[in-house]
């Protein structure tokens, strides 16, 4: 069994800060790659970042502003967002694919955490 829970949304004002986490637990042999999604209401769930290969990719919307970083040795991920707008608001959804100690792939989302920017 593994899952991911993230943690760390909230309500922030214009300019604010927040920084999400991601924990990956279970029986996990290694991770192939972790990211984090968000969706608004009424919009498509959009990527915003990707740790993949020791590579690290952004949506144009958050470049400069949000930093993703890996723990490896704590299976967790960290989404650092600086300078949010009201329009980053939405349910930011971490991912992760990953082997399992069984040696099964396992493609995961967690449940969301909610990040709301006030004007």
């Known amino acids: 069994q593994v899952q991911l829970v993230e943690s760390g949304g909230g309500l922030v004002q214009v300019g604010g800060s927040l920084r999400l986490s991601c924990v990956a637990s279970g029986s996990i042999f290694s991770i192939i790659s972790m990211g984090w999604y968000r969706q608004a209401p009424g919009k498509q769930r959009e990527l915003v970042a990707q740790i993949a290969g020791g590579s690290t990719t952004y949506a144009d919307l958050v470049k400069g502003r949000f930093t993703m970083s890996r723990d490896n040795t704590k299976n967790t991920t960290y989404l650092q967002m600086n300078s949010l707008k009201p329009e980053d608001t939405a349910v930011y959804y971490c991912?992760?694919?990953?082997?399992?100690?069984?040696?099964?792939?396992?493609?995961?989302r967690g449940q969301g955490t909610q990040v709301t920017v006030s004007s």
């Open positions: 991912t992760a694919d990953l082997w399992s100690t069984h040696g099964d792939e396992f493609v995961l």
